[in-house]
């Protein structure tokens, strides 16, 4: 859908300019294997689409691999890597231009329970130096990994706070664990749209 209103801008920079694109990478929820590729071949065609000359890329690409913990992966072709190690591939593709904003669709959706925890650990090493906006309907993800939460629904905001006031939704009683999850289906509930 076309947008109704507003603009987008990152530090004053309006969308679609140079400098926003280099600032902004996105992570989509399927990373697709490029089977003739290896992992850092992989990264470093992504920089290249980026504006990256050929060698600058490669360069970068080996870091970007280390970064989500994957330098012993480079030589390893994208179809032979796990669906964890395909999003990790992803997420070095991403990083591979020195983006400051990282955005992230649905980016542990189809993981077992490992590959959520090497993931969740790979992205909190990454807030340092780039902030990662991340799209979810596992609410699981948000207790533990999301500063502020934002809760849409029919093109609503809902909610939108750092994650404590989101999770001052949680009913009494609530089970360890379950706290992210419960708070929304309270917020669903008292904003009635859920019953």
Known sequence: NKPQQGRVTLDGEPAGTAAYRQAVAWMPQDIVPMPTLTAREYVAYVGWLKGMNRAEAWQQARRALGRVNLADQAGTRTNRLSGGQLRRVGVAGALVHGARILLLDEPTAGMDPYQRRVFRDILRTL???????????????????????????????????????FLTHTPP?????????????????ERGVAA
Do not use: F, I, Q
Not at 176 to 189: D, M
């Open 127 to 165: 807030t340092d130096d780039v902030r990662v906006l991340l799209s979810t309907h596992d609410v699981a993800d948000l207790a533990e990994e999301a500063d502020h939460v934002t809760v849409m629904y029919g093109g609503s905001v809902l909610h939108h706070g750092d994650t404590g006031s």
């Open 173 to 189: 009683g609530t089970v360890e664990g379950r706290a992210a999850e419960a708070a929304y289906t309270a917020l669903l509930r």
